[in-house]
């Protein structure tokens, strides 16, 4: 296979062997703490693997991260993303009190909390969360009647070379962002 057409290789950054599979689309953190200054993020802020909550003045902001799978109509496999929503303070409770219970499965409202690069969010969109067994991230649907790019593209698919292009462009930025970490905070890696 030639170079522009051969499979995608990354360099895992959990094992740091190399990987011809696609990899999953994460972002380390919600947007809402992305966008808070460095005394913020440290004085009002609590970022976990799984969890984050932004401490305002006024409210309490309550993050989970989760996972969606978006359709690829011409390929066996999907394109994984890994993304935050924000959950009311009733449902993170109950997020929290059975983050161990392996047979916990519940749903909850959520609204996504990451732009993703190839669509323009000027609203964040309504999101079913669905908690699965095993202790595993809870998986997230757009809601289908929400008129948007991201939650069209949900449900129609999108297409091999597609997914393909936003991996690329992924691993690029992080290529071209490796001496820009040092100083600024990733808002993305892939699992």
Known sequence: MDKMNGPIKYTCECCGDIHENW???????????????ADDKKNIAELKSDTCIINHPNQTDRFIRCTLTQLVNDHCE???????VSLSEK?????????????????????LCNDIPEYKFPESIPTTVVTKKGNQRPEIFPHESFDHPFVRDYYNGISK????SRIK?????????????TSKKAWWKFW
């Open 169 to 181: 462009m992924m691993l690029q930025k992080t290529k071209d962002n490796k001496l820009a970490l």
């Open 161 to 164: 070379k597609e997914a393909e």
């Open 23 to 37: 990899p999953a689309l994460t972002f380390i953190s919600p947007d809402n703490y992305d966008l808070l200054s």
């Open 78 to 84: 999907g394109l994984e993303y890994g993304l935050w």
């Open 91 to 111: 449902s993170f409770q109950d997020y929290m009190e059975n983050f161990d219970n392996d047979n916990h499965e519940v749903q909850y409202f959520g609204w």
